[in-house]
């Protein structure tokens, strides 16, 4: 069955240092990937997607992520977090086929430390 | 450009009452879909639709229903609230192409007592 999985559910770091929250999906072929951030009150906000090519994907506000498939891995990273950057963030797998299937992780909170 | 615009934003229902929640989008897309956000859980779809007039099941389904009668709108209903339905709800559209991103409101937030 197709699954994502984020391992850490709270993330604490301090602000100026880097970040790599971890998304592991399970799926038998290369899906789309998504990263989405939700700030509190709010919806979901895309930061980046990744449908094919270079693996190495940049997204809005600094984050980047790379596609590992030998590790069915899509990272997300920024090499500076900001305040601004505490939120929850999920990692998504997309499917085609009818419709545009999303599974979710459970998401991972960030804290930033000032 | 208002995206996907979702109402009410809170709401209160004591158990066995009803109602529905908007949503509407004006970015011209064909899909759209019903989330329902707990804790720990992530997102998953109830319901969604592949366009005007067509509406299908996701994962969570039970104890509700759709409607998309107008591209722009699509309703979710609640017949009989239970407290199980207590979470936040959001509402997202995406265009049909393969893998296009999902555009989300900014929630519901929904209690049943």
């Known amino acids: 069955a197709q699954s994502v999985t984020q391992p850490d559910i709270h993330i604490t770091v301090s602000e100026g240092a880097s970040l790599e929250l971890r998304c592991n999906y399970s799926?038998?072929?290369?899906?789309?990937l998504f990263w989405y951030v939700q700030s509190p009150g709010q919806g979901l906000q895309l930061l980046l997607k990744?449908?094919?090519?270079?693996?190495l994907v940049q997204g809005i506000k600094g984050f980047e992520a790379e596609f590992k498939r030998s590790q069915s891995s899509f990272n997300l990273r920024k090499p500076s977090v900001h305040w601004s950057d505490a939120a929850e963030y999920f990692c998504a797998v997309g499917f085609s086929g009818g419709y545009n299937k999303l599974i979710f992780g459970a998401g991972t909170r960030l804290a930033v430390h000032p | 450009n208002a995206g996907v615009t979702q109402t009410p934003k809170f709401r209160v229902l004591k158990t066995g009452q009803s109602m529905t929640l908007l949503c509407a989008q004006d970015m011209n897309h064909e899909y759209m879909y019903w989330y329902r956000q707990d804790p720990g859980m992530g997102l998953r779809l109830i319901h969604y639709s592949v366009g005007e007039g067509t509406t299908a099941k996701g994962e969570v389904p039970d104890g509700y229903n759709v409607s998309r009668l107008k591209k722009q709108n699509f309703l979710l209903g609640l017949e009989s609230a239970a407290p199980s339905q207590t979470s936040v709800y959001f509402c997202?559209?995406?265009?049909?192409?393969?893998?296009?991103?999902?555009?989300f409101g900014n929630g519901t937030r929904l209690t049943v007592t």
């Open positions: 990744y449908f094919s090519g270079d693996t």
């Open positions: 799926y038998g072929a290369t899906p789309y």
């Open positions: 997202a559209s995406s265009g049909a192409g393969g893998g296009s991103p999902l555009h």
